[in-house]
């Protein structure tokens, strides 16, 4: 175990659980300690520098120690460091919030409704959803579709939302009324010789007969990530999102975008809802609204639905959901700060601009001995390690050489994300072509001394 007795790596394995992670292995080689962050770097509490490639979780847009969230949470706090938005109260932050994501966010958006996490956020989701049928007399239309290998957080009702074996193994989910559709990963999922739109026409194909299975007047909601991300970062084939849209209009199915991982410029556009031409009833986000230095999340919905919520909820006297933290000032005072941090160091287009020499770079590894894909859109991108390139084959055990490749980039000084052996970047947005280059570097020299050691030596003794 890494650290000395009594020290803080001790005591974490003392008292921690720690989330995503086998507690047991844990225990025996114990945390590394991050101190401290600057920009697209994190250090140690032993003094090493890490280059950081998935922006913490996918979330810290405008890199890590800026001053301006740092002071403008501090304004807040001396200000008014709490008050709730229940019972007909508000704050200043909160307000100006809103407007400003419903001004930003497709057109059809009209209200946002304020969470602590993209899990709340979705978990409200389903609720609002139930709730707006109820008020239309339709009892019954309650089912969500979501897709295999998505990712739509991890409570009770968003962790049934969830395509992920590991998030629901063992956990009884799903937990609420939903199915699960084919992941639209052309790679791993396509036909022999098939396009990508003959599969996303059979993708679309497939959404529809579920519906009819199930029964229209049964099914609520089709929720999906626009580029799915912790299931693989997985880009969808082209004109899918045409075709799924005009199958969920056709049988009155409310679109969710969950935008958590995508939103505020991900992939080069404000929203990936903007790259995909996606036009949602619903648009989740989170992380990078704060660049997670503080927790919020917002759910955005259209008038159409704020009136049906309203309607039922002057009929029966209330709309009973909420959290303590719902609108709080200051998290909210930090969404707006880093917003205009994002808008006036015009970071949507170096995600753009920056986000291609990222995939550029990226995919000349694709002749690597262990790559099979490379694929992404702007600083959001992912390699898929393979046991076999002609025949796609994995690894067996699936995740024993991602996450080798995992832990032995921490000496390169380089943290990146391993799902299963899949490897994904994302960056924070402020990343320049130099770092871009330097990050590669030392995921190329990982992947060089990963391909020597397979060699030497069998996989299992990792």
Known sequence: ????????????????????????????????????????????????RYLEALAGLW??????????????????????????????????PSVLLAERLVRMTPDRLKRAFFTNSGSEANDSVIKMVW???????????????????AYHGITLASGSLTGLPANQRDFDLPFVPVRHVTCPHHYRFAE????????ADRLAAELEAVILEEGPETVAAFIGEPLMGAGGVLPPPATYWDKIQAVCRKYDVLIVADEVINGFGRLGTMFACDYYGIDPDIMVLSKQITSSYQPLAAVMISQELYDGIADNSRKIG??????????????AAVALENLDIIEEKNLVENARRVGEVMQVELRKLAGHPLVGEVRGVGLIAAVELVADKATKAKFDPVGK????????????????????????????????????????KRFKLTLDETAQELLNRDVASM
Do not use: W
């Open 318 to 331: 209330t709309f009973g959901h909420g959290f303590t933290a719902s609108g709080h000032p200051v998290p």
């Open 192 to 199: 022999p010789g098939e396009s990508e739109e003959a599969f």
């Open 59 to 92: 979330s810290v847009a405008v890199g890590f120690g800026e001053k301006r969230l740092v002071e403008a949470a501090a304004r807040q706090m001396a200000k008014l460091p709490y008050y709730h938005t229940f019972s007909h109260k508000t704050n200043e």
């Open 131 to 149: 709730y707006y049928n109820n008020a239309r007399g339709l009892h019954q239309k309650k089912k969500f579709i979501s897709r295999t290998n």
């Open 401 to 440: 050489v991602g996450a080798h490749v995992f832990s032995r980039a921490h000496g390169n000084g380089l943290i990146i994300r391993a799902i299963g052996d899949v490897i994904a970047f994302c960056p924070p947005l402020i990343i320049n072509e130099e770092q871009v280059h330097d990050m590669v």
């Open 1 to 48: 175990m890494r650290g000395l007795p009594n020290s803080i790596q001790a005591r974490d394995v003392e008292y921690v659980l720690h989330p995503v992670t086998n507690a047991r292995k844990h225990e025996e080689i114990g945390p590394i300690v991050i101190d401290r962050g600057e920009g697209i770097y994190v250090y140690d509490d032993q003094g090493n």
